[in-house]
């Protein structure tokens, strides 16, 4: 067998459903969201109904996106700093270590993705 | 006794706040205000033992913990939002008292006002683009073996050959995704009032088999919410899976940095 990564649909599938599940599971305790603000055009409403859907589920991945390479940073100002820690690289640590451990297949052979 | 904390979570334009909250913020605990003159700070007060520097680093560790706190975080972020100008703080940024958080909304109200001149009557909306079925992984180095091995060939030089062509048709496949990706980013971005890329997500978190090529986050002017949408579906059904999240509160455009020695950048191009 000369293949030097693992047979590509069938593993790759499961692994995704299985990543799928754990983020999942992890996704369905979100509270729910506030109404939609009624004065969005119909338009606009359509792309709320989208991007909400499911509406209560926000998936982890996507938050740790924003709140930990997004929003004001005052680490200058801390009294009480954790400036120098580094949120992303932590807690997506944290986030792969938890996918990894529910799953049997490697699933590790992922390429770079092309923009960063 | 435990020492205490105070967890800031967003930082609003609202002139004469005051009075309770009723909000529960991380670890369970009341949200409350600090207001300095039109600026409100929406904080709670936190036990050190879990949000101290040192257990802040343990804690991060421990997804569980990471998830409930983002999520609490952002309930919070996301109720201000609908109101008023919010400006959300990194997660996890916790003050030793009230009165350094007086001191940040005196010394950076200047700051903060820009801030919401920027993001006012806007929202963000997420869009990632997954390269489509058939090219979400590369082809098995012997997907073809069966008809196209030469005979001529030793088996080990013709897996090198083999190894090479797949290599070049992923790299093909990459750059043409890459492009499209490159593609639809533009095309949002032009309808955008800011745009910002972040780093696509991998496999294992996406919950996706297929190769993230684009996550980008769109700062949309509510009343062009509508053109966006629009333009979004002319961007669909051309080799990319898109796939819409929002509104969120404007976590990618606050781009004031007040700690003065480090830049963020890792996620901007």
């Known amino acids: 067998m000369t293949a030097d990564r693992a047979p590509d649909g069938a593993s790759d599938r499961v692994t995704g459903r299985a990543t799928g599940r754990a983020i999942d599971g992890a996704i369905g305790r979100t ?13 606009g409403a359509a792309l709320a109904a989208e991007g909400r859907l499911p509406p209560e589920r926000v998936a982890l991945v996507d938050l740790l996106d924003r709140l930990l390479a997004g929003g004001v940073v005052v680490s200058g100002d801390l009294v009480l700093s954790i400036a120098d820690i580094d949120l992303v690289r932590i807690s997506l640590r944290a986030l792969i270590m938890s996918v990894r451990g529910s799953e049997t297949t490697d699933g590790g052979d992922w390429d770079e993705p092309p923009l960063r | 006794m435990t020492d205490t904390g105070v967890y800031l979570y967003a930082v ?32 709670s007060t936190v036990p050190l033992d879990r949000f101290g520097e040192e257990p802040l680093r343990h804690s991060l560790e421990d997804l569980d913990w990471v998830e409930e706190t983002a999520r609490a975080h952002h309930r919070v972020v996301e109720a201000l939002s609908e109101t008023a100008p919010t400006a959300p ?29 920027q993001i006012a009557g806007r929202r963000e909306w997420g869009v990632k683009a997954y390269a489509g079925a058939g090219q979400d992984a590369p082809p098995p180095a012997d997907a073809s073996a069966d008809e196209t091995l030469p005979e001529a060939e030793s088996p080990g030089r013709a897996y090198l050959k083999r190894r090479q062509a797949s290599l070049r048709g992923r790299e093909e496949r990459w750059r043409e995704a890459a492009a499209r990706a490159e593609h639809v980013h533009e095309t949002l971005a032009a309808v955008a009032a800011a745009s910002r890329l972040h780093r696509p997500q991998d496999p294992q978190l996406s919950g996706r ?31 990319l899976d898109l796939q819409l999240t929002g509104p969120w509160a404007p976590y990618s455009f606050i781009t004031v940095d007040f700690g003065a020695t480090e830049t963020e950048t890792r996620d901007d191009r």
Do not use: C, K
């Not at chain 2, 703080?89 to 005196?106: I, K, N």
């Not at chain 2, 509510?222 to 979004?232: H, P, T």
């Open chain 2, 209 to 239: 088999p297929e190769w993230m090529v684009l996550n980008g986050a769109y700062l949309i002017e509510e009343g062009n919410e509508g053109e966006f949408a629009a333009v979004l579906d002319t961007l669909r059904g051309q080799g």
């Open chain 2, 89 to 117: 703080v990194r997660l996890a940024t916790v003050y030793s008292g009230e009165e350094q958080v007086r001191d940040l909304l005196d010394r950076r109200r200047d700051d903060f006002l820009v801030v919401f001149s």
């Open chain 2, 12 to 43: 609003t334009g609202e002139a004469g706040r005051t009075g309770p909250v009723d909000l529960t913020g991380v670890a369970g605990t009341p949200v409350r205000v600090i207001t300095r003159a039109d600026l409100v700070a929406y904080v």
């Open chain 1, 31 to 43: 509270p729910g969201r506030m109404p939609e603000r009624s004065r969005a055009a119909p338009r």
